[in-house]
């Protein structure tokens, strides 16, 4: 016969081990310091655009992809969608990407259907606000390097969110 307290203790000090340990491994990953474990998430569910970009302790600007355009800009829904609106070319109309987000303890998982993942760690987060880190693979060289980004609220022109399909039927009298 076992004794269920002792084998639940024992689980929730495992549980305690790994936790511990993986609280360890966060905070010796440069990455993962400072991640904020206790962020309000209805925050993320605005546009953003990303203003600054920090590698290596060196911040630039980022402008707009194309003078005439606007910005690219992203936000998160709360059923979980990651909408991302990229400028490609001098058209100014932005292609949309989406992904499935998720959260937990200061660490934003964006995944693909195909199951591929990319991982933002919120530094600091407020209405006007969204600071965060991501890897990219910037120099080629096999090694992700991280960077940080600063991203303010963001109003994209709202004709973005209009179909550009529809035409007029001129064979329709009205």
Do not use: H
């Amino acid at each position: 016969m076992y004794n269920t307290n002792s084998l639940i203790d024992n689980e929730q000090k495992l549980y305690l081990e790994r936790n511990d340990c993986l609280v360890i491994w966060f905070q010796s990953d440069p990455f993962y310091q400072g991640a904020l474990l206790n962020a309000d998430l209805e925050l993320l569910n605005q546009y953003w655009s990303v203003y600054e970009v920090n590698y290596q302790k060196q911040t630039a600007e980022v402008p707009k992809t194309y003078g005439n355009c606007d910005r690219d800009f992203f936000t998160f829904l709360d059923d979980g969608t990651y909408k991302e609106y990229i400028i490609p070319n001098s058209g100014c109309i932005p292609e949309e990407q989406d992904l499935q987000w998720s959260f937990d303890r200061g660490i934003i998982t964006l995944e693909n259907s195909f199951k591929d993942f990319n991982e933002m760690v919120i530094v600091q987060l407020t209405a006007d606000k969204f600071v965060f880190r991501a890897k990219y693979d910037f120099d080629e060289d096999g090694e992700e390097d991280i960077f940080q980004f600063l991203a303010k609220p963001y109003s994209p022109n709202e004709s973005y969110f209009y179909s550009n399909s529809l035409e007029w039927d001129d064979s329709i009298n009205n």
